[in-house]
């Protein structure tokens, strides 16, 4: 699950590309048992990954189901503990597809925007079923809608005037804002918070989230500004 803007092409790698070849000609088994002693265990996960056949999109729109799964569970449990652990290994599987995309050679400018909208989704739906369960509704509400705006602020740009996706080095991108929710949810019931600062982990990362969402937010619309008057 990447910041989901854009997915940049990778520089060739002969030792993936000598997977690749005999991943197609011997089958995924074979080709793991042709790479190097020195390949992590990341490479050899995702040389498994790439050879089942499965596609970047459907790694995207499966991490959008396991989302939803676990926010739907939530409903039902309601542990901030089993959402935040369900979430980040939802998230770990979505962030596989921009990786295998390149590992295939298979990006596309249609793969980066579904990836985006999606990504937007899972937000909506992450804070959605936190405010639900714990009645949380204002603060998760403008947590959500400077996650929105980040995203926005930078997209809006792009169309106006062409921008270089690694020139937006902000504060918090997608991956820092889902994994500083995951933590939070997770030590929740860990971490004592006094009640009063709220009494609870999670309520003061939200609003932590909240602040610093909506100030990245003014530092991109800055930037843009200054782009945009530029010409």
């Keep these: 699950m990447q910041e989901s803007e854009t997915n940049g092409l990778a520089p060739p790698d002969p030792t993936r590309a000598g997977l690749r070849r005999a991943s197609d000609e011997f089958g995924p088994e074979m080709a793991s048992q042709v790479e190097p002693s020195n390949a992590t265990f990341g490479h050899r996960l995702i040389s498994i990954i790439a050879g089942s056949g499965i596609t970047p999109n459907e790694i995207t729109i499966i991490g959008l189901l396991l989302v939803l799964g676990n926010c739907a569970a939530y409903l039902w449990h309601r542990n901030a503990y089993w959402l935040g652990g369900g979430l980040a290994a939802s998230f770990a599987f979505d962030s596989l597809d921009g990786t295998v995309a390149r590992y295939q050679n298979s990006q596309s400018a249609y793969g980066s925007y579904l990836d985006a909208v999606v990504d937007r989704y899972e937000e909506i739906a992450t804070y959605f079923v936190i405010a639900w ?31 270089e996706n690694k020139a937006w080095p902000d504060l918090l991108e997608r991956h820092a804002r889902g994994w500083m929710l995951c933590a939070a949810l997770i030590c929740d019931v860990i971490v004592p918070i006094p009640s009063s600062m709220g009494g609870h ?27 945009l008057l530029s010409e």
């Design 133 to 163: 369960v714990n009645g949380w509704w204002t603060v998760s509400f403008i947590a959500v809608t400077g996650s929105l705006l980040i995203s926005y602020n930078k997209a809006r740009t792009a169309i106006e005037k062409k921008i």
């Design 201 to 227: 982990l999670l309520l003061l990362v939200l609003v932590m989230l909240g602040a610093l969402t909506h100030l990245v937010a003014v530092q991109r619309f800055l930037r843009a500004r200054h782009i």
